[in-house]
């Protein structure tokens, strides 16, 4: 699976919306691009992913560049619930990797009052 | 709805004791199931997964094994547990319908060996 890129840190402001980067310049043409929470001493919430075309959930919007080398999670209104370490993740489609998740280092976002 | 559910919450256990974590999916059929280890300070590591009773693929070698006894009961195991078996076990489900479901992961297990 492609390697991904992550600021370790950033910090947003309660009610604002949180812009979390991620790059992944070497992802192939069937790698989908998944994004992660870990608040702490839990397990990892699923919050969104997508292809090539923006996403948007309840939770959060997933922008991906047209040339799929980076994108961003959006969460737009940040709430002090949000501080997480936040992981974005490429994962192939199909084949018996299908469930391995390689996660890095991730994004740590605090959100602050 | 689905959920997960993992137990213990935390477990204190001595060197040499056996271990037996247990994760139960409920609302949902044929789920395929992991369990993942995450070192303090460091990123999930990937242990076992099942795609159906009684089938389990491990990842990497060592000091514990799995078994699915039920369609939605996933178990983690150890013999003799060792000092670096401490970590955060985290079981994990998703749908059985093809390689792009996602993840859901219950509130873990903390394992510290003694």
């Known amino acids: 699976d492609a390697k991904t890129t992550q600021p370790p840190s950033m910090d947003c402001a309660e009610g604002r919306a949180a812009n979390l980067p991620c790059n992944h310049s070497t992802i192939s043409g069937n790698e989908y691009v998944y994004w992660y929470r870990q608040i702490h001493s839990q397990g990892p919430q699923y919050i969104i992913h997508g292809l090539k075309n923006n996403e948007t959930n309840e939770m959060a919007s997933l922008i991906i560049t047209e040339d799929r080398k980076s994108s961003t999670l959006i969460l737009p209104h940040a709430t002090l619930r949000d501080t997480a370490v936040y992981y974005c993740i490429v994962r192939k489609a199909g084949g018996t990797s299908y469930g391995k998740l390689t996660f890095g280092q991730g994004t740590i976002l605090t959100v602050h009052p | 709805s689905q959920t997960i559910h993992q137990w213990p919450a935390t477990l204190v256990q001595p060197v040499g004791s056996p271990l037996s974590l247990e994760c139960t999916v409920e609302g949902t059929s044929n789920p395929n199931l992991y369990w993942y280890r995450q070192a303090a300070g460091r990123g999930l590591q990937l242990l076992f997964y099942?795609?159906?009773?009684?089938?389990i693929s491990s990842e990497v070698p060592q000091n514990l094994s799995a078994s699915r006894p039920q369609d939605r009961q996933f178990i983690l195991s150890s013999k003799k547990l060792l000092l670096s078996d401490s970590g955060f076990y985290l079981c994990?489900?998703?749908?059985?319908?093809?390689?792009?479901?996602?993840?859901?992961f219950g509130n873990g297990t903390r394992l510290t060996v003694t």
């Open positions: 099942s795609v159906g009773i009684g089938q």
């Open positions: 994990a489900w998703s749908a059985g319908t093809g390689g792009l479901a996602p993840l859901h």
